[in-house]
């Protein structure tokens, strides 16, 4: 079954065109990487997948409904959108209960529900312990991991992450790329996530879309990826190894 | 959260404590054939209400601003908000003041018709970009600032000299109401959409992280934007057209809230709002107290304040 459906979706910045024509589809439960050299559109598309932006041209469709006749609240129980968090004043509980805003209603406070959901987020990413700290307190490992819980707290079916291991040391690149995987396979979330690191997306994603200048290159497998397919989309020769595992890995040649 | 509504009521007891005093202590209860009571009714009563009421007016715009430009600065002030009000009523004195008591009414008018043009010249700048940049938008108000500024002078350079005092004078702030009549319609405007403010609280808190995560949560960005600009400058406005501008209290009074309540826009628009007429209550009381019996204009005393304060932001 879809997830979610782009159709022939166009984005302008002013005169440059971010997004050309690109169509894709995102079935349930899946795990899809988007990947593509630094301003191929990754974001762009992820903003339009989630309203962010209204593509000029096309359409996006969730479950079968166009999301631009959606309300806002509406979408945001159904899809939602992780990105680096600037460094703020909030507590981790306080931006993780913000989450929530989708189910508030008006003059109404927390209820117990937000708290529980609030809760099991936390200790699913393992941010309990640092839930009363300030956003700016925290490493950037630790705020990706607040970041995660937050777009769980939401409750959304699909979850789009933008480049979430991107300035990230080895360690906390694993540890979150780990823990997408898991609550992409334990809780059933369809994940889109754009990324730089073309092992992860081999790794952990089962199928790649690349992007560049806007345009779809390709959209395979990820088993199915082979070193031809980075050496045009990134202008560097690939070469593929294999681990102990017998796992595909891509290395720059030189 | 217990902890919150604590410190709450125990500000609330504060401003209690605070308005009670201002309304009493103050030279001269023998004034004139007046008692006692009159003084204390007809005088200061209405002056301590103005106070609150721009106190608080300037607190949650001012809450409300940094909220919305992500900016510690950002106030009805740098962003030419009250620079509007405050050329309308420049141009309502020199122009239409000599229309009597239907002009009288209209002061507020003005004001507000210069806030909101302010606002929605900034406003039409955000809604012209896709991808809008907060910083340019303060920059544009802090220009707009400048220009107002000049249209005030170049209007109080022009007109006769009885108007010119007269701009000045209102140019410098004061809390001195003529009574409960000005004041009827400014509070009913004010609670309105202190309420209307505190209802978006959650969007507050959202819009502070950015437009990204807020759209992703399910915020309607733009309509919450457009809709926090419009109550404020009609807040904005309200209120100018009463004290005249009183700079520094939009900016010090969230900061010093949040100092003590967090960041959270559920507890602190409420506490903004309460520091906010508390800070205005004190520094009514300076402005009467500093050079007794003269009384200098509230506006200059948050000024100085306001810089001293700032140079505790930047360290």
Redesign the interface.
């Given at each position: 079954m879809n997830a979610v459906r782009a159709e022939e979706i166009s984005v302008n910045?002013?005169d440059k065109t971010a997004i050309d024509s690109v169509s894709f589809c995102a079935y349930k439960n899946e795990y899809i990487s988007i990947i593509g050299p630094n301003g191929s559109g990754k974001s762009t598309l992820l903003?339009a997948l989630?309203?962010?932006?209204d593509p000029d041209i096309g359409s996006v469709t969730i479950k079968g409904k166009k999301i631009s006749g959606l309300?806002?609240?509406e979408?945001?129980?159904m899809?939602?959108?992780?990105?680096q968090?600037?460094p703020?004043?909030?507590?981790v509980e306080?931006?993780i209960l913000?989450?929530r805003?989708?189910y508030?209603r008006?003059?109404r406070g927390i209820t117990k529900i937000d708290q529980d959901i609030c809760r099991k987020s936390m200790q699913i990413t393992y941010t309990s312990d640092f839930s009363e700290r300030k956003l700016s307190d925290l490493s950037s490992g630790e705020r990706q991991r607040v970041a995660i819980a937050s777009a769980l707290a939401?409750e959304t079916e699909i979850i789009?992450f933008d480049e979430p291991v991107t300035h990230l040391d080895p360690h906390y690149d694993h540890e979150i790329s780990n823990l997408i995987s898991k609550i992409h396979s334990e809780k059933g979330i369809t994940v889109i996530n754009a990324t730089h690191s073309v092992n992860n997306a081999v790794k952990y994603s089962d199928r790649i879309i690349a992007l560049k200048s806007g345009s779809l290159v390709f959209d395979k497998k990820s088993a199915e990826l082979e070193s031809s397919d980075l050496d045009l989309l990134y202008g560097v020769e690939f070469v593929s190894v294999f681990t102990h595992g017998n796992n595909k890995r891509f290395l720059i040649k030189t | 959260m217990k902890v919150i509504n604590a410190k709450l009521i125990f500000l609330a007891f504060l401003f209690s404590a605070i308005f009670i005093l201002s309304i009493l202590i103050g030279g001269d209860l023998s004034f004139g054939s007046k008692g006692i009571p009159e003084i204390l009714y007809m005088i200061r009563l209405p002056r301590a209400l103005t106070a609150v009421i721009a106190g608080c007016t300037y607190a949650l715009c001012g809450a409300v601003f940094q909220s919305l430009f992500r900016n510690p600065i950002a106030s009805p002030f740098t962003l030419g908000t009250a620079g509007g009000a405050s050329l309308g009523v420049t141009f309502y004195i020199s122009f239409f003041s000599s229309t009597g008591f239907l002009g009288l009414a209209l002061s507020p008018v003005f004001a507000f018709a210069g806030a909101l043009l302010s606002i929605s010249v900034i406003y039409m700048i955000v809604t012209i970009k896709k991808n809008f940049n907060p910083n340019t938008m303060i920059l544009a108000g802090v220009v707009l600032n400048f220009f107002f500024s000049g249209m005030v002078l170049f209007i109080q350079y022009m007109t006769n000299q009885a108007n010119a005092v007269r701009i000045t004078r209102w140019t410098m702030g004061s809390l001195d109401a003529s009574g409960f009549d000005s004041l009827y319609i400014p509070s009913v405007i004010v609670i309105i959409c202190s309420i209307i403010i505190y209802s978006y609280r959650d969007d507050l808190n959202l819009l502070s992280m950015g437009e990204d995560i807020s759209a992703s949560r399910g915020v309607d960005v733009k309509n919450s934007s457009r809709n926090l600009f419009l109550v404020s400058s009609i807040m904005i406005g309200a209120v100018v057209s009463i004290t005249g501008p009183i700079g520094f209290i939009g900016i010090i009074a969230p900061h010093l809230a949040a100092s003590f309540f967090g960041r959270n826009y559920r507890s602190l628009l409420p506490a903004a709002a309460i520091t906010g007429a508390i800070l205005m209550l004190i520094c009514d009381f300076a402005s009467r107290a500093v050079l007794w019996p003269v009384e200098i204009p509230v506006g200059i005393i948050t000024a100085i304040i306001g810089a001293f304060f700032f140079m505790r932001l930047l360290r």
């Open positions: 910045y002013d903003k989630c309203g962010i932006i309300k806002r609240k979408l945001a129980g899809i939602t959108y992780t990105c968090l600037p703020c004043d909030f507590t306080e931006f913000m989450s805003y989708p508030y008006t003059f939401q789009l | -």
